[in-house]
């Protein structure tokens, strides 16, 4: 049982570049969210999803976009990369009756 | 607005002793979970303990305990015996039950630092 896996660990980008972040959970969860953490701060929501083909907006959604085609998928788009957009990205997940949610290992994002 | 406040960026113990981490949070919601996460070097986020807010006695686990205070919206983390390996940052946050959105509210952090 993986859990919630994501790629890249780790991605240097030039600005203006593109990328997807991928996030995958094999625990057949309903919910899934995409945070990015900033250095010396705690997790700021960028988008969520309650099911597949369903997203929204969270807290910080400028300059991302999301899609949710499948239950097990959920990657974040991000365009026109810009050097704000540094910053350590987590996927999560959790079942729509509990409120445990769990983490991937994080992404490492670099925009120089 | 929903916030979490950790007023301690920085904290260090002793091998072996107690410590207390504190949290206050503020949300105009009655139905809500707490928890406190901890993230190692590895930056992995994982979950140390949840508290459910209409639950009045406070959870426990192992060397970690919290005290609640729903009046108070305040809600402390106290690791006994503390370990080499409890070195992490630790983060407070809530979600609100019920909400569309059901994600975390963290705060800033506080990073602890365990000294032989």
């Known amino acids: 049982n993986a859990g919630v896996t994501q790629t890249p660990k780790f991605r240097i980008l030039k600005i203006g570049q593109s990328m997807t972040l991928q996030c995958t959970q094999d625990?057949?969860?309903?919910?899934m969210y995409w945070y990015r953490q900033d250095p010396g701060m705690g997790l700021k929501l960028i988008y969520y999803?309650?099911?597949?083909?369903?997203?929204d907006k969270g807290e910080v959604p400028n300059g991302y976009n999301v899609s949710r085609s499948t239950t097990e998928d959920f990657p974040l788009r991000l365009e026109l990369a810009a050097p704000s957009q540094t910053s350590v990205y987590f996927c999560?997940?959790?079942?729509?009756?509990?409120?445990?949610?769990?983490f991937g290992p994080g992404t490492r994002l670099t925009v120089l | 607005a929903q916030t979490v406040t950790q007023s301690q960026p920085e904290m260090s113990v002793q091998e072996a002793e107690t410590v207390t981490l504190s949290c206050t949070y503020d949300?105009?919601?009655?139905?809500?979970?707490l928890f406190w996460y901890k993230q190692p070097p590895s930056r992995q986020m994982i979950l140390v303990i949840r508290?459910?807010?209409?639950?009045?006695q406070n959870a426990t686990e192992n060397r970690f305990s919290v005290n609640f205070q729903k009046a108070a919206k305040s809600f402390s983390l106290k690791i006994s015996d503390s370990q080499l390996g409890d070195t992490a940052m630790y983060f407070c946050?809530?979600?609100?039950?019920?909400?569309?959105?059901?994600?975390?509210?963290f705060g800033k952090g506080t990073k602890l630092s365990v000294k032989p």
């Open positions: 999560a997940s959790r079942d729509g009756l509990a409120f445990t949610q769990y």
């Open positions: 625990m057949n969860h309903n919910y």
């Open positions: 999803s309650v099911g597949a083909g369903i997203t």
């Open positions: 949300t105009s919601e009655n139905n809500y979970y």
């Open positions: 508290q459910e807010a209409y639950k009045q």
């Open positions: 946050a809530f979600m609100i039950y019920g909400g569309s959105q059901g994600n975390l509210i």
